[in-house]
């Protein structure tokens, strides 16, 4: 099972990034898919699930009505757009199916004018 998120970067506070992660080693279309961010001295939170059709998702309450997470079954990968970003938004992103396959290596997203 591999994960290879990518797409992060510097970004002002107020602007927008989309993250990929590009997924191999399973049946992706059987599964749903997670998002994850862990900032520094924090904990690695879950910020957004998609199930394994795209058609029902969920998100954390600080992410809600700024990021969208979708999935392209054909590709087996999943993507979250991020808009409106905060400085609070920096982290590192990481893609899941199953948190006990273990993680890629993330992407950096940071939030800083």
């Known amino acids: 099972v591999q994960f290879v998120e990518s797409g992060g970067g510097l970004v002002q506070p107020g602007g927008s990034l989309r993250l990929s992660c590009a997924a191999s080693?399973?049946?992706?279309?059987?599964?749903?898919m997670s998002w994850y961010r862990q900032a520094p001295g924090k904990e690695r939170e879950l910020v957004a699930q998609?199930?394994?059709?795209?058609?029902?998702?969920n998100y954390a309450d600080s992410v809600k009505g700024r990021f969208t997470i979708s999935r392209d079954n054909a590709k087996n990968t999943v993507y979250l757009q991020m808009n409106s970003l905060k400085p609070e938004d920096t982290a590192v992103y990481y893609c899941?199916?199953?948190?006990?396959w273990g993680w890629g290596q993330g992407t950096q997203v940071t939030v800083s004018s």
């Open positions: 899941s199916a199953r948190t006990s």
């Open positions: 080693g399973f049946t992706f279309s059987r599964y749903a």
């Open positions: 998609i199930s394994s059709a795209g058609g029902s998702t």
